[in-house]
């Protein structure tokens, strides 16, 4: 059974940093591209960042540009992403989940739980 698992979120202050971590079981995880998609309140889903099984990053929010870095331990089957220098406009709950097809695709087949993160002070 394909899981997807999450954790790291939490509550951190404007300019804190955080990583998050995404255990992934079921599926050969160093064959697939990692996306991470967030969820503002209020708001639509938005492809943050991904990842293709070679550790080549690509990231879609220009927003984050800078300052999130996405990265993979296939050994270790997790995703990782680091997020610095956070503001209040990153407040949403990330997703670890699996592109369709390609590292650029923004349909995606499985996902995980969601982890809150919450940066306020």
């Known amino acids: 059974q394909l899981q997807l698992v999450e954790s790291g979120g939490g509550l951190v202050q404007p300019g804190g940093s955080l990583r998050l971590s995404c255990a992934a079981s079921?599926?050969?995880?160093?064959?697939?591209?990692m996306s991470w998609v967030r969820q503002a309140p209020g708001k639509g889903l938005e492809g943050v960042i991904a990842i293709d099984s070679h550790t080549t990053s690509t990231t879609y929010a220009d927003s984050v540009k800078g300052r999130f870095t996405i990265s993979r331990d296939n050994a270790k089957n997790t995703l990782y992403l680091q997020m610095n220098n956070l503001k209040p406009a990153d407040t949403a709950v990330y997703y670890c989940?699996?592109?369709?097809?390609?590292?650029?695709?923004?349909?995606?087949?499985?996902w995980g739980q969601g982890t809150q993160v919450t940066v306020s002070s």
């Open positions: 079921g599926f050969t995880f160093s064959a697939f591209p």
């Open positions: 989940a699996r592109p369709v097809g390609s590292v650029y695709s923004k349909e995606y087949d499985y």
